[in-house]
DNA sequence: ACTGTTCGATTTTTT
DNA sequence: ATCGAACAGT
């Protein structure tokens, strides 16, 4: 016992030995929050002589749980595989194939992603004879989305909207969860319903793992939406040992669907909850800590804690002003470049950024400069067409129902089936009250051309060949369907400049089947498997400078970080969401943003913004981010951009610039000249074209649409403008 | 069924 | 500016 609290803080080793009850850390970031998991689970393990299989962790990503994993694996050995370290969505799967059956479902159901989603909505729109523009399929989606997260069904939302938009969405609702079950497939949402749906119906499956799980953790339990919340509270019920991991702080997910309110009400709803704070942070030096602390506490609905670390002094934080978006991209290229020299290495790197397409300019740069980096979450691997296809077939081959991933391969490679082809066989389908898959065992009868008829029965007997998984390991399943299916000559004939790399994807996700099946030769473990992966799981073990947004670096850690792009409507960002949260909500959303951003460096923290910016090919004015504002100016270390004094000298006599944005707290009316004080959606107006508002800024040119003089373009110089 | 062209959107996205 | 999806024409 004394091995595994051992250089613990008094806090941490409070949290380890509280394992009766329930139990909510709040940890903040770099505050070895996993350690502490680990370490409980071990204690369970050997000190209070918990069984393995009775103990239940559940994270967020398939990288946390894999990082988990091994960590225990270290620690307790070959029996950690009998503790349940999942997240939520597989955790779901292992209950569903084990009980879906009882809900009227095949248990050998395929998992659907958001674009399949999508297609599926446009397709029953269509059917509905509604029209696309009238209805978006995102939006119903994502009403759809979080009506499922609210626990609404079909009919609930049919009951509650009658009329409008809204009684579209209850039909295309409806036509939806048909489809779903018709195909045997479940949506990321459906897999946590389900399991709840399964309990409620069947108190004795919940009692099996109510019994079965005597001691339960939750990590980044600051994201769990209400059906989450709600499947731990079942499941927790009996034996009421529950510890949850959480950071207000750090929960930049609300527009998600993340309810931050769990952890309020995580109080309320379990007795005599024990609350350990750990604030001790062994990430980050004292001054990038300070700094984090400085900025979060200007929110106001949060937890009372200040970060604190033993890791006294560091270097103070850059702030460069740069010119303009090429400008920062430089002076980072430059920095990184005497960072390496003085032996950082690449890897030890990160640029972080609010918005994906910030990083375009700084791809251009670091390549031009020969910086080695990766972006994490760009294109997927999964998510590669090619990929994507051969899953198809593998979902086909484990769930003949599956008739949305059979209708994606049908016709690739080409076997002359169209839309007169698939009508006929659609036909067929509805006389013979048949599946698709069992119309290709009769093809011959449905009356397609000679050829159609031979390739699809080509196709059908090569699903039949690999349909026993048994006499084949799973990469020669993979392998085989490609060859067999005439995928590889397809790719091998095509002009196409990316067949090359796309064979080459193919024989990576080959590859990774073979390491898979040398583990696990199961193919629908698989199969679920890389349904619910997602890329950024696997690592990158090269020597590269990171790119990322704020969001997927969440967890992360990196000896110097670059955060860019620090203006007003960047970030914190404009948003004109649909939902609506309020505006407090939102800022502080943001901010917390901001703080996850800091406080992923561990010994330099490098800051920017730019006077102007290429948003979307218009160059834009923006202030300086609150953020960095609210960071301690004597932690600061700043320096302009050299192009930034030759722009100031040229308006010397306005040195005190204000910049007006959207969320400027206190904007004054003010007379203002020459300099660069307006944002697009200003009003102004002209002494002689009367009022207007800012279309466009470019160089020293205002573009203003005026009320009653249409579009004038003004020089900002002699424009006189007065905003309103 | 394939290809070129226009139009439109454009924050984040653990599963 | 840029990427993709929708649409129209071959």
Redo the contacts with the bound molecule.
């Keep these: 016992m004394t091995k595994l609290i051992e250089n613990m803080n008094e806090n941490q080793k409070k949290a380890i030995l509280t394992t009766e009850g329930p139990l909510m850390i709040i940890a903040g970031a770099g505050s070895g929050k996993t350690r502490v998991i680990t370490q409980r689970i071990a204690y369970l393990i050997y000190e209070k002589k918990v069984y393995e299989n009775n103990i239940l962790a559940i994270t967020?990503?398939?990288?946390?749980a894999k990082e988990m994993k091994e960590r225990i694996y270290n620690i307790v050995g070959e029996t950690s595989k009998y503790i349940w370290i999942n997240?939520?969505?597989?955790m779901c799967v292992r209950i569903l194939r084990e009980h879906i059956e009882n809900l009227g479902y095949n248990k050998n159901f395929t998992i659907l992603?958001?674009?399949e989603q999508k297609s599926i909505i446009?397709n029953i729109l269509k059917n509905l004879n509604y029209s696309?523009?009238d209805y978006e399929?995102?939006s119903i989606l994502k009403i759809i989305s979080n009506s499922k997260n609210e626990y609404k069904k079909a009919k609930d939302v049919a009951e509650a909207s009658r009329f409008g938009f809204m009684k579209v969405v209850a039909e295309v609702y409806s036509e939806y969860e048909k489809y779903l079950k018709k195909n045997a497939v479940l949506d990321?949402?459906d897999?946590l319903i389900k399991v709840i749906e399964l309990f409620e119906k069947y108190p004795e499956i919940l009692a099996i793992y109510q019994n079965k799980f005597k001691y339960i953790h939750v990590d980044?339990y600051q994201?769990t939406n209400l059906i989450q919340y709600k499947l731990i509270t079942m499941l927790a019920a009996l034996h009421n040992n529950i510890c949850i991991v959480g950071d207000d702080d750090q929960s930049?997910?609300s527009?998600?669907?993340?309810c931050i309110d769990n952890i309020k009400n995580f109080e309320k709803d379990f007795k005599n909850v024990e609350v350990v704070f750990l604030d001790q942070n062994y990430r980050s030096n004292s001054i990038i800590l300070t700094a984090a602390n400085s900025v979060i506490k200007n929110n106001v609905d949060r937890k009372d804690k200040n970060l604190w670390s033993e890791n006294k002094g560091g270097s103070k934080i850059n702030l460069y002003h740069a010119f303009n978006d090429l400008d920062e991209a430089e002076n980072i290229s430059r920095k990184i470049k005497s960072l390496v020299k003085t032996g950082k290495e690449y890897k030890d790197i990160a640029i972080l950024y609010?918005?994906?397409?910030l990083s375009?300019t700084l791809e251009n740069l670091l390549l031009t400069n020969s910086i080695p980096y990766k972006i994490?979450?760009s294109?997927?691997f999964l998510q590669r067409q090619e990929v994507k296809d051969l899953l198809s077939y593998i979902n086909v081959l484990v769930n003949n129902n599956d008739e949305l991933s059979l209708r994606r391969i049908i016709?690739v490679p080409?076997r002359?089936?169209?839309?007169?082809?698939l009508e006929k066989i659609e036909n067929y389908m509805a006389i013979n009250n048949t599946t698709m898959y069992n119309t290709l065992a009769n093809i011959e009868k449905v009356g397609l051309s000679k050829k159609s008829v031979k390739d699809l029965q080509s196709l059908y007997n090569t699903f039949e060949k690999y349909s026993d998984g048994d006499n084949f390991s799973i990469d020669q399943i993979i392998m085989g369907i490609y060859v067999d299916s005439g995928y590889e000559e397809m790719l091998k004939n095509s002009k196409d400049e990316y067949s090359e790399s796309r064979m080459e994807n193919i024989s990576e996700l080959v590859t990774s089947a073979k390491e898979y099946s040398e583990i696990n030769n199961n193919i629908m473990d698989y199969i679920t498997e890389m349904s619910?992966?997602?890329?950024?799981?696997d690592e990158n073990l090269d020597n590269a400078v990171t790119l990322?947004?704020?969001?997927?670096s969440?967890?992360l850690e990196y000896d110097t970080v670059f955060i860019v792009a620090l203006e007003e409507n960047i970030f914190p960002?404009?948003?004109?969401?649909d939902d609506l949260t309020d505006e407090q909500n939102?800022m502080e959303?943001e901010r917390r943003?901001a703080y996850v951003a800091i406080t992923r460096a561990k010994n330099n923290l490098y800051l920017s913004n730019a006077n102007r910016r290429?948003q979307?090919?218009n160059t834009k004015f923006n202030e300086i981010s609150r953020f960095i504002k609210e960071i301690p100016e004597d932690l600061l270390l700043e320096e302009r951009s050299l192009q930034l004094s030759s722009l100031n000298k040229i308006n010397s006599d306005n040195n005190n610039i204000t910049y007006i944005s959207k969320y400027s707290p206190k904007i004054k009316e003010k007379k203002l000249s020459k300099a660069y004080n307006f944002n697009i959606y200003d009003k102004v107006s002209h002494k002689k074209f009367g009022k207007g508002i800012v279309k466009n800024i470019i160089e020293d040119s205002i573009i203003i649409k005026f009320e009653e003089y249409g579009e004038k373009t003004l020089l900002l110089e002699y424009a006189n403008l007065i905003k309103e």
């Excluded at 609010?354 to 397409?357: K, T, V």
Aim: charged share 25%; glycine share 10%; net charge positive.
């Design positions: 967020f990503t398939n990288k946390a997240t939520f969505h597989s992603d958001s674009s446009k696309e523009n399929p995102k990321f949402d897999l980044e994201d930049i997910y527009w998600r669907g993340a609010r918005a994906n397409y375009r994490i979450g294109l997927k016709n080409r002359g089936i169209g839309q007169g082809a619910l992966a997602s890329d950024s799981d990322s947004t704020i969001h997927a969440k967890g960002s404009v948003m004109n969401s939102k959303e943003l290429m979307f090919g």
